[in-house]
């Protein structure tokens, strides 16, 4: 704490003050107050550590719910529901680093709007396993389903039409 401390270059005494600042956190912007110390005599600002930490919380939490974005634990639930490991997650969201999925987790990082639509989309159990498919990702066996360590059931051409691979699925490349 700063408050009250004399400033010795000029004899003055610092005081709190506060000012808006544009925060930017993963690409997006938050208009917030900020606390700091300013001399009474000469106006000389000082900054702290917990006060630019506070200002960042306080966007991370502006930003969340303007753009309506998974809370931490929400998104913990979300992985562990999947029965998936931090890097499996970021590998399904394109490469995502598994150090910002587990700070995304920890409420250290957050996901913007694009990740936080793909961490959505991985309830879509089509879409996950369309996108495991695609990112090389072995999926654990859903609850319900017996693991005999067989293949699972591969549905039925009708009419002996081979299906096609999915590599030649159109649009199929990123
Ligand atoms: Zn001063």
Redo the contacts with the bound molecule.
């Keep these: 704490m700063l408050e009250g401390h004399l400033?010795r270059?000029?004899?003055?005494r610092?005081t709190l003050a506060s000012e808006t600042v544009h925060v930017r956190v993963s690409g997006m912007t938050a208009r917030v107050e900020r606390e700091f110390y300013q001399?009474?005599?000469?106006?000389?600002a000082q900054r702290t550590v917990e006060q630019r930490e506070a200002a960042e919380q306080a966007a991370v939490a502006l930003l969340r719910a303007e753009h309506g974005l998974l809370a931490p634990k929400a998104i913990r639930q979300l992985r562990e529901g999947l029965g998936l490991t931090h890097a499996q997650v970021g590998e399904l969201l394109y490469g995502v680093p598994k150090g910002i999925v587990e700070g995304w987790e920890r409420g250290r990082y957050l996901q913007n709007p694009e990740a936080d639509a793909l961490l959505r989309s991985l309830e879509n159990r089509e879409e996950l396993e369309r996108r495991a498919a695609k990112a090389g990702v072995t999926l654990p066996v859903p609850e319900g389903v017996t693991a005999d360590g067989g293949a699972p059931p591969a549905p039925v051409p009708d009419h002996g039409v081979a299906v096609e691979p999915r590599a030649s699925e159109p649009g199929a490349t990123p």
């Design positions: 400033h270059l000029c004899g003055g610092y001399c009474a005599k000469c106006g000389d």
